[in-house]
């Protein structure tokens, strides 16, 4: 299943049927006073794939149960947009344009069980593949990782390694396979693909793409990161890992491709764009 947001409704789409089967609505009921409509910055399932995650440039966190359309429940805000979420088993981390970072734990009577801040505002949020670590990308070119000791989280809690690309950290995404890499995408007058060691806080191999990178993702079974880009192209590319050699490109989007996602046997890829167009290619 593929959820897409556009203002303040999803869409739940069926990849293998071709066909729409959901749908669900933020928009406050008839006869709701001073409720105001929540337009959605980001969403991500639940690892089960039972629930959908969803944030709104309101500063609310949302959980819904797609298969009953209901809205379980809405987690403690944000004070601005919330713009990406990571789970960690049954914890969700949400980031926020203010640079805050909450920890919740929906099934507690306060959900609320950790926090960071960092000084520019969240990008990108991903728990590593074990849940050993917390990379979060920031507005100010900054990649930050943090433990995963959510007890311990707290405003004043440091991350234990910092690195430092000229953009935004936008698109960023751990390799599944070697569990301490990283990669991150430069933006506009970046353009670097980057692959980072974060024990060592160092760049291990890095390869310019000429666009700007706007969303990434590591295809393990054929070992390619697969990004997406912006200006002159707004193409998919494929990259051969380690190597970084380009495998592939592939052009149908008219604006940035602002997110990807592959399925499990990793033989397609779906990209959206800022052109409010969908793809899914083979790979």
């Given at each position: 299943?593929?959820?897409?947001?556009?203002?303040?409704?999803?869409?739940?789409?069926?990849?293998?049927?071709?066909?729409?089967?959901?749908?669900?609505d933020?928009?406050?009921?008839?006869?709701?006073?001073?409720?105001?409509?929540?337009?959605?910055?980001?969403?991500?399932?639940?690892?089960?794939?039972?629930?959908?995650?969803?944030?709104t440039?309101?500063?609310?966190?949302?959980?819904?149960?797609?298969?009953?359309?209901?809205?379980?429940?809405?987690?403690?805000?944000?004070?601005?947009?919330?713009?990406?979420?990571?789970?960690?088993?049954?914890?969700?981390?949400?980031?926020?344009?203010?640079g805050?970072?909450?920890?919740?734990d929906?099934?507690?009577?306060?959900?609320?069980?950790?926090?960071?801040?960092?000084?520019?505002g969240?990008?990108?949020?991903?728990?590593?593949?074990?849940?050993?670590?917390?990379?979060?990308?920031?507005?100010?070119?900054?990649?930050?990782i943090?433990?995963n000791?959510?007890?311990?989280?707290?405003?004043?809690?440091?991350?234990?390694?910092?690195?430092?690309q000229?953009?935004?950290?936008?698109?960023?995404?751990?390799?599944?396979?070697?569990?301490?890499?990283?990669?991150?995408?430069?933006?506009?007058?970046?353009?670097?693909l980057?692959?980072?060691?974060?024990?060592?806080?160092?760049?291990?191999?890095?390869?310019?793409?000429?666009?700007?990178?706007?969303?990434?993702?590591?295809a393990?079974k054929?070992?390619?990161v697969?990004?997406?880009?912006?200006l002159?192209?707004?193409?998919?590319?494929?990259?051969e890992?380690?190597?970084?050699?380009?495998?592939?490109?592939?052009?149908?989007?008219s604006?940035?491709?602002?997110?990807?996602?592959?399925?499990?046997?990793?033989?397609?890829?779906?990209?959206?764009?800022?052109?409010?167009?969908?793809?899914?290619?083979?790979?």
């Amino acid at each position: 299943m593929i959820a897409l947001a556009l203002g303040s409704s999803v869409y739940i789409w069926n990849s293998e049927t071709h066909a729409l089967v959901g749908y669900l609505d933020l928009s406050p009921n008839p006869g709701q006073l001073y409720q105001q409509t929540q337009s959605i910055s980001s969403l991500c399932w639940s690892r089960d794939g039972r629930a959908l995650c969803i944030g709104t440039r309101q500063g609310q966190t949302q959980l819904w149960d797609v298969e009953h359309k209901q809205n379980m429940i809405c987690l403690p805000s944000h004070l601005s947009v919330v713009r990406a979420f990571s789970w960690k088993q049954d914890l969700l981390s949400s980031g926020s344009i203010l640079g805050c970072i909450h920890h919740l734990d929906p099934r507690a009577p306060t959900p609320l069980v950790g926090a960071a801040v960092q000084e520019e505002g969240i990008c990108s949020l991903q728990w590593s593949p074990g849940d050993d670590w917390l990379a979060s990308g920031s507005t100010d070119g900054l990649l930050h990782i943090w433990n995963n000791d959510i007890a311990g989280l707290t405003k004043s809690h440091q991350p234990i390694t910092t690195m430092k690309q000229p953009s935004s950290v936008k698109a960023m995404g751990w390799c599944p396979w070697q569990r301490k890499m990283i990669a991150t995408g430069g933006g506009w007058k970046d353009g670097e693909l980057r692959i980072w060691d974060t024990q060592m806080g160092t760049c291990v191999t890095s390869v310019n793409t000429n666009s700007q990178i706007c969303s990434l993702r590591w295809a393990e079974k054929k070992r390619y990161v697969v990004t997406g880009h912006g200006l002159p192209h707004h193409q998919v590319r494929t990259w051969e890992f380690p190597s970084l050699s380009l495998s592939s490109q592939l052009t149908g989007h008219s604006h940035r491709v602002l997110h990807l996602a592959l399925n499990p046997e990793c033989t397609q890829i779906f990209s959206a764009g800022a052109d409010q167009c969908f793809h899914i290619w083979d790979l």
